[in-house]
């Protein structure tokens, strides 16, 4: 399987040490800018490299492409496990806590000798950061909240990355004898945002054999147990699996033990009890005699409690259980529903290709239209277009529109913006500029601190702002780094329904923003939402299918979701 993943952590992580070490500063930011291209590759890095085509990555040079030959190889960096031992701190975990970034970590190191979480956790309730300066947090019970969440989090990895981990498993399994089925199961299967282990369902003759030989696979670095019927192990960067061996008869109830969640799985029990039956993950049984009624597929459980068959991503006891009893579940959105994606960026502002590449792999897809929505205004790390540029690149659109429309190809560019709102509650350009533009989405990038009253003041006047079409990434949190902004999503879902701006579900990996249960809520109180990729390269489109997986999870509909209108539709909507 492909390498791509372990050569971008590994100079993921080389970015932070360096940060740390270094005053250079542009060089973290080189190693973390390769990191992030070559995560998003579609190709295997392991064939580029071998038909020495490295330096054709864009921020690949002489430098990195050593690097990453040597990761390649050895699927390790001397230079970094050097640092390592120098430093002796663990920046991954301590770049974890909200607010701390690897210069936060030098610091910490060298005022006060910081090493790792524990070290930090004695310092706070030692008092000894009460006169450190480089925290935006001061108060020691939320850093030490901060410090938990890390804790907790440490094996966690976005859902993303999890389907990376899977395809590894199922190569894997796909090597091994005498395995009639498996299934991934656990909170990977209802697609949640991060996961924090994978649970491998296997159906076998051979339940020995087939444990062993999954022990001794290639991506395994650790055994943590292995018996007849059960193996725990340890994949690269401590990421568990594990792998049980079910029996046919109880292959459905197990899947839907293992699948959970947790609290679907007691409603659906006591669901069982009323209905004097037992639920395990063995099978329904007749309370009385044991007699299995239920348990080769999950269908038939379902079935046997008077139920709807429930979609995975659904069960997380929000509802399902009683809707699945009186008929009334969602017929849930799928990617096939999608006819477009309205955010993406190119290399007008800070993405890495053009206009004609962006729509060229969209139409791949099967996509009817595009909108590009590069940064306008004054976002200098954004590289933002001002007016005069806006113009020019409407020019280009339209150009290439009209020669789309002479070959008779049904394919849309739609002219975009994503305007910042600003500190002061202003949009980062003027309304005749924004009026001019097919699509605006409107964005907080700045002021994270600002209190919900402020935030909802700055939120309050692009939604007020009849140009504003879409509030994208509305809660700016990054998984697994950032917890977002202090927004009130009552009142986010009251002005969006009044002044019809559709909310966003940003599919971007680290984001899917809003989050699932935001979502939900929106969905439920009629809102429309888009679900766009935020790509920065085409290869990024592909994207949509987490954000659909999230939107599912929140319930939505073909109809909730306003990417799945036709162009026709889709521009009257946009003018009304
Ligand atoms: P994760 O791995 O933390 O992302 O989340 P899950 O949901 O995959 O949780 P995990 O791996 O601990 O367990 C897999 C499934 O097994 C879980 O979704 C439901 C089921 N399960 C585990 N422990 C229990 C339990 O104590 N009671 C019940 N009813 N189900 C459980
Ligand atoms: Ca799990
Ligand atoms: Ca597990
Ligand atoms: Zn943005």
Known sequence: MSKNSLVASVLYE?????????????RARAYRRAAQTISSLEEDIEDISQKGALREIPGIGEGIEKKVVEILSTGKLQTLEKMKQRNAVDVTSLTKVEGIGPKTVKALYRELKIRNLDDLESAIKGGRLADFRGLGVKDPKLLLEHIQNAKLQSNRVLLEEAEHIADKVRAELGKLRNISRFEIAGSFRRKKETVGDLDVLVETDNPGEVVQNFTKTDEVREVIVAGEYKASVKFAKNFQVD??????????????????????????RTRALKMKYHLSEYGLFKEDNETLVA???EEEVYKALDMDYIEPELRENRGEIQAAASHKLPKLLNLEDILGDLQMHTIWSDGNESVRDMAEAARKLGYEYIAVTDHVGSLKIANALDAAAIKQQAKEIE?????????????????????????DAKLD????????????????????????????????AAFENENVDIIAHPSGRLILERSGYRFNLNEMIEKSLATETVLEIDAYPNR????????????????TLSIDTDSHTSSELVYMKGGVDQARKAWAERRDILNTKSYRDLVKFLES
């Open 14 to 26: 080389l970015a932070d040490y360096s940060e740390m070490e270094d005053d250079q500063p542009y």
């Open 243 to 268: 792998l049980r061996v079910i029996p046919s008869q109880s292959w459905g109830a197990a899947l839907l033990y293992f699948t959970g969640s947790k609290a679907h799985n007691i409603e659906l």
């Open 295 to 297: 348990g080769k597929s």
């Open 399 to 423: 150009k290439l529109n009209e020669e789309y429309e002479k070959q008779g190809i049904p394919f849309h560019v739609i002219h975009g913006a994503e305007v910042n709102i600003k500190a």
């Open 429 to 460: 350009m003027p309304d005749s500029v924004l009026k001019e533009i097919e699509l605006v989405l409107a964005s907080i990038h700045s002021g994270f601190n600002d209190d919900a009253t402020k935030i909802m003041k700055r939120f309050t």
């Open 512 to 527: 899917l923003d809003l989050n699932d249960q935001n979502a939900y809520d929106a969905i439920k109180a009629g809102c």
